[in-house]
């Protein structure tokens, strides 16, 4: 009884000091914790940020548009993008139009999670996957619904915009052999190369189930050289090609030399860390390769059905293209030419048939984990 | 434990209703939503199936993935007592205890976020890691860290303080009186140890080695990071995997999470039996005398050396690596002067960056998390009273609940239920979810601390209120309330602190536009720059710990 009584002593002492940093920290938090303060006060659904950026709306800047856009809103895109490049379209969609961007930033896998976590209140009105046989699986599905008045869809490379106007690609990148160029002197020149033993162990791929650009080389691989293209991964296994997540913890190891060489990794990644100065370089294979573009698409349960028109818009608008190039991306209007990179008509592409490898997809990507895991 | 609550009087007069409220909140709050996870897993397709679980478990792929994570808590398990039972020696029974700075720095390596401190693993040992830019010879045993053993080694060095504070604490109560009766009874010293010492250790090391073996089996950060680059799946991995990644399956997550919640439950279940059978009072009214052996010549080397291999193991190196990439300028030139910057401090801590918003996040969302916790959490201990009717005690249990659930099965029950299309609060994807999970996460914090505070009020005071005619309010004004406050205020803050750093809930539930410092980090490591990542694992290690230290130095959470 006796210690109890002490220690509640000492707790009644140290109390007050407890008190004084409890004064300092909420200090602190009224300092830098602003954000979520707002939060609570808006916790019934819009973000805090909606209520600041809508103000400052510009209608002096309206579009040419055959809608009148509204004053005022937002709309929720849920994108697999490079980060970098989706916070400046946002930023560039939201100066231009006073609309505030939702936005969820993931990669193709997690903005397929959510979606159908969702399933039983969607709240997406615009959907960025990096992968166009998911995007036409969707479609299929259907979730998403056509926008044939899209501004600038005309302009967009063949094949890019799907019949009746549900997918746009209003980007793309192409897939190809990235490697360390202080380690590797003589870079492979094809795929077939990697299953030489010189490259044992040093070679990583995306994981299909998170990479949509991935998931497309692997089927669209498939699909030119048929079901013998399965020896061919096999192979890969047997030579120690590890499976490492998504594209930039492919590329990760790659750059700090952990790993020699990265396959079927986005290119732009490539590039844009080789800009910045790091040791990579990038080679495209010989026998061809896969580009895939990535799908904007409207949801078919999109709330903010306007906005989210708006958004393609501005998507294939010459400002946001300039973005993607920016961004080492290929652009996905065929009258522009992007001149820090490889272009579209300069790389040789495998024979693939998007519809296949849309329907195969899943099962493709299932047997690929099973294979690799 | 509880015994000694049930002296303290808390005789506020009973309003059965607040009870009833009381149990109405925590019922929505954690009960439900672990029932619905329940349900969901036996009902995989709108039909009752109650083996749908066990079906589940009979694809093998999913077994080896179960027995994967029943493997790494058992190898946790021996780890960390193989790293804290010399420290406890040293630390309870030589002269190295007498430097308390030591138990605040072994508190760190538990105190790092394990996604972080995985990272700073693999970024160590990886080929032309650090390791090998500072030691090239290294570079024959590096590759051998990438397997089983290099998993259990990370877990076990973040584990292994929880299991150290246990058992020293219980070897000082073991006080020198009993051994010194062993001796004068002829025994030598591997008699005492087999006959006195352990079976007294044995009980407080059960409960810290299932405590140990629970939090790995629910651990996502390394399993998401180093084990996936091994190629080790677990349950909380493949139960992330299953309901965020396409091709989502809420049928399988669900029935591993009923079965991880099963295992945790059953084990813990097994703990209280056997600390049950080995409780042997060890605090007697009798003074405490310790035996403490001074160290001198090579046993002071000895003990020293193991003191400083341990704290460089568990702190130097990921914290080496942690610092060290986020000075990084280029990644692929590695370790060299030339190559140091602060621009991605620079970049983070520049107002309206995206760091700086996730940061700022974090810390409103932890704040508001910690008060809801401790108002809640106090409303509930005063519902809890003398802990004599079932209803109490459930009471009690209930809010203890989310401690033994694994975090990953809470939040998937939390999505179940509130994003349920007859859920009439749309709460799902707003900043509210994030707080609710919060505040379910860390709720038994709260209630132990305020608990605590609350056993030591005696009764005599109210009752001396009562006589000078105070009404119910005013005695809850003025005297419970300001003797609750050092409990209440211990208990923010250590939400506060593990709120601003989870990663499981944060991943899960926040709405599309924000994130967190935990999210930020691990999505850099995932899409971004890693050196970014690990530039905000530092700041926001670095504030949360010194809130922790100020704390400790305060003596706020001395027990």
């Known amino acids: ?373 | 434990m509880k015994n000694l609550y049930r002296g303290g009087g808390l005789r506020l007069p009973a309003f059965s209703w607040r009870l009833q409220l009381g149990l109405i909140l925590l019922g929505l709050l954690i009960v439900v939503p672990l029932i619905m996870v329940l349900l969901r897993s036996v009902m995989p397709d709108g039909r009752l199936d109650a083996l749908a679980p066990l079906k589940v478990m009979s694809d093998p792929g999913l077994f080896t993935i179960f027995w994967n994570s029943i493997a790494l808590g058992g190898w946790v398990v021996l780890g960390s007592t193989l790293l804290a039972l010399p420290m406890a020696f040293l630390s309870a029974r030589t002269t190295i205890g007498r430097h308390a700075w030591l138990d605040v720095v072994l508190i760190i390596p538990f105190m790092t976020p394990p996604y972080i401190g995985s990272m700073g693993w693999i970024l160590f040992m990886q080929r032309r890691g650090f390791s090998e830019q500072i030691l090239p010879m290294t570079s024959h045993i590096t590759p051998y860290f990438f397997s089983l053993f290099g998993m259990v080694a990370i877990m076990s060095l973040h584990l292994f303080p929880f299991l150290y504070l246990i058992l020293r604490n219980s070897l000082m109560r073991i006080g020198g009186s009993l051994e010194e009766a062993g001796s004068v009874h002829g025994g030598n010293f591997f008699y005492l140890l087999r006959r006195v010492i352990v079976p007294l250790l044995l009980g407080s090391y059960v409960m810290g080695a299932l405590l140990v073996f629970v939090k790995t089996i629910a651990e996502f950060g390394t399993p998401a990071t180093f084990g996936r680059q091994i190629g080790y799946y677990v349950l909380t991995s493949e139960i992330h995997r299953f309901t965020s990644s396409w091709p989502i399956d809420f049928g399988k997550a669900t029935s591993l999470a009923s079965i991880l919640l099963g295992a945790c439950l059953l084990f813990w279940y097994v703990q209280t039996i056997i600390s049950r059978r080995y409780q042997y009072k060890t605090l007697g009214g009798k003074g405490m005398r310790l035996r403490i052996a001074p160290l001198k010549g090579w046993r002071a080397i000895a003990g020293w050396g193991y003191v400083l291999l341990l704290l460089l193991f568990s702190i130097g190196v990921p914290y080496f690596s942690i610092i060290a990439t986020s000075l990084q300028k280029l990644r692929g030139d590695g370790l060299a002067w030339g190559n140091v910057t602060l621009a991605h401090y620079a970049e983070l801590l520049s107002p309206g960056s995206k760091g700086w918003q996730a940061l700022s996040n974090s810390l409103g969302l932890a704040a508001l998390a910690a008060t809801a916790a401790v108002l809640i959490g106090t409303f509930l201990v005063l519902q809890m009273g003398n802990f004599k009717k079932i209803s109490q005690r459930s009471l009690d249990l209930f809010s203890l609940l989310p401690n033994t659930v694994p975090g990953i099965v809470i939040v998937v029950g939390l999505i179940l239920f509130w994003n349920a299309p007859w859920m009439p609060v749309k709460i799902y994807n707003t900043y509210t979810m994030v707080v609710l999970t919060y505040v379910v996460f860390f709720l038994p914090y709260s209630v132990q601390y305020i608990k605590a505070s609350a056993s030591q009020i005696d009764g005599n005071l109210l009752q001396a209120g009562k006589v000078f005619g105070a009404k119910p309010f005013y005695l809850f004004r003025r005297i419970m309330l300001p003797l609750l406050i050092p409990g209440v205020l211990a208990g923010w803050m250590m939400t506060f602190t593990i709120s601003a750093r989870e990663l499981v809930a944060s991943l899960m539930v926040l709405p599309p536009s924000m994130q967190v410092s935990a999210t930020y980090i691990f999505s850099q490591f995932e899409q971004g720059e890693v050196s970014l990542g690990m530039a905000m694992a530092v700041v926001s290690v670095g504030m949360t710990t010194l809130v922790l230290v100020v704390m400790n130095q305060l003596g706020a959470d001395r027990k």
Not at chain 1, 72 to 101: D, H, N, W
Not at chain 1, 113 to 121: T, V, Y
Not at chain 1, 225 to 236: A, H, P, V, Y
């Open chain 1, 1 to 373: 009884m006796k210690a109890v009584k002490n220690s509640s002593f000492k707790k009644w002492l140290s109390w007050q000091g407890t008190l004084a940093m409890v004064v300092l920290m909420s200090g602190m938090l009224a300092a830098c914790g602003g954000n979520g303060g707002q939060a609570n006060s808006n916790s019934t659904g819009a973000a805090a940020g909606a209520t600041q950026e809508t103000t400052t709306s510009q209608p002096s800047e309206q579009p040419v548009s055959e809608k009148p856009a509204p004053p005022s809103g937002k709309v929720v895109v849920y994108t697999a993008g490079p980060e970098g490049l989706a916070t400046k379209i946002r930023e560039g969609f939201e100066a231009k139009y006073g609309i505030t961007v939702e936005q969820f930033d993931g990669t193709t896998g997690k903005v397929l999670g959510r979606l159908e976590a969702e399933k039983g209140n969607p709240v997406a009105d615009v959907v960025v996957l990096a992968s166009w046989p998911s995007a036409m699986a969707m479609k299929a599905e259907g979730w998403t619904q056509g926008y044939p008045e899209a501004a600038n869809a005309d302009k967009l490379q063949e094949g890019w915009l799907d019949a009746d106007s549900h997918l746009f690609g209003y980007s793309a990148s192409a897939l190809g052999i990235t490697y360390n160029t202080k380690l590797v002197s003589e870079p492979p020149t094809d795929w077939s190369d990697l299953t030489d033993p010189k490259w044992k162990g040093v070679v990583n791929i995306p994981d299909p189930s998170l990479s949509g650009s991935a998931l497309d080389f692997i089927s669209g691989y498939l699909n030119d050289k048929g079901d013998g293209g399965w020896d061919f991964f096999q192979e890969l296994k047997a030579n120690g090609v590890a499976m490492s997540g998504a594209n930039k913890e492919a590329l990760d190891p790659v750059i700090t030399g952990a790993k020699s060489v990265v396959m079927s990794g986005v290119d732009y990644m490539a590039y844009s860390a080789k800009a910045k100065g790091e040791p990579v370089d990038i080679v495209y294979p010989a026998s061809g390769t896969v580009i895939n573009p990535r799908a904007a698409m409207i949801m078919k349960t999109s709330p903010n059905l306007d906005n989210a028109r708006l958004f393609i818009d501005y998507l294939l608008s010459d400002e946001a293209q300039s973005l993607v190039t920016g961004a080492y991306l290929l652009p996905g209007r065929a009258d522009i030419k992007a001149d820090n990179r490889v272009n579209t008509d300069e790389i040789k592409l495998l024979n693939y048939d998007w519809n296949w490898m849309s329907e195969q997809g899943e099962e493709i990507s299932a047997k690929f984990l099973e294979m690799f895991k």
